[in-house]
């Protein structure tokens, strides 16, 4: 069966009908620029024309980069801040005319990776890190997620981690692959101290590059890049919109 899935991100909102048994698109993604300012209307118009476009009449999946309580975003990090208190879910339904599920996008993430791909049949405490603009997070725990972690937000070296630590980070302060590589290692040593996991599985569109950082990680846990890279989200979320059937 097909669940549309779509992914907001800080550049570009994409979406791909998803068969949801499989966890593989069914034809390609389609993708259009986030438009700026990104206000919840802006969006929701951008939500709206993906939906059409695809024309699969039903619920559908949607992430955001926000902590998500009931639909409704409750932090705007990375993103317009009038997002903050907005009804995602009601917004985007009112707009398409089908019920959809909104959801954290590392969450998203975190939930095609568990079903489909590097977290597949892992019980113990699993823990998906995305690294991009910001770091997004999800814990799993014998499979279940506890949504909405924001482990991206925790205070490291006396700044919010993701300040240090991002992808984003490693462009906009030019540092090599071995610098950058070390901040990841001391977060998630870091992180491994707090939550003990067994397995780190590391996304975001840097994780098509592990080879370059994966050398200088030396956490106890194990430690494997994400399968599905920027696909997640859309797979995740498609998933997460199964629940609506
Ligand atoms: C946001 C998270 C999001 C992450 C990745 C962070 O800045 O607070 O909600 O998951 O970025 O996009």
Same mark, same amino acid.
């Given at each position: ?37 990104? !206000? ?14 695809? =024309? ?29 208190? !907005? ?17 954290? =996008? ?35 725990? =014998? ?54 996991? =067994? ?47």
């Amino acid at each position: 069966m097909d669940i549309l899935g779509i992914d907001i991100g800080g550049s570009g909102v994409k979406g791909a009908p998803v068969n949801v048994e499989i966890g593989e698109f069914n034809t390609d993604r389609h993708r259009i620029e986030t438009p700026q300012p990104a !206000t919840p209307a802006a969006v929701a118009g951008v939500v709206k024309e993906i939906v059409n476009y695809f =024309d699969l009449k039903g619920p559908f999946g949607c992430t955001f980069p926000a902590v998500i309580l009931h639909g409704v975003a409750m932090s705007a990090a990375n993103v317009d801040k009038s997002w903050i208190g !907005t009804d995602a879910e009601t917004l985007f339904r009112e707009a398409t005319g089908f019920p959809v599920c909104v959801l954290n =996008d590392a969450d998203a993430a975190g939930i095609a990776e568990m079903r489909y791909g590097a977290g597949r049949d892992h019980k113990g405490v699993v823990i998906m890190l995305t690294f991009g603009t910001g770091i997004g997070s999800a814990i799993f725990v =014998d499979g279940r997620l506890v949504p909405n972690t924001e482990f991206g937000h925790v205070e490291f070296k006396g700044m919010d981690a993701e300040h240090r630590a991002s992808a984003q980070v490693r462009k906009d302060e030019d540092l090599s692959w071995k610098k950058w590589g070390k901040r990841v290692n001391e977060y998630l040593n870091y992180m491994e101290m707090l939550f003990s996991p =067994d397995l780190f599985i590391i996304g975001g569109g840097v994780s098509k590059r592990h080879e370059k950082f994966f050398p200088y990680l030396t956490t106890r846990a194990e430690i494997v890049p994400a399968q599905m890279f920027n696909d997640a989200g859309i797979i995740g979320a498609a998933l997460a919109a199964q629940e609506l059937l």
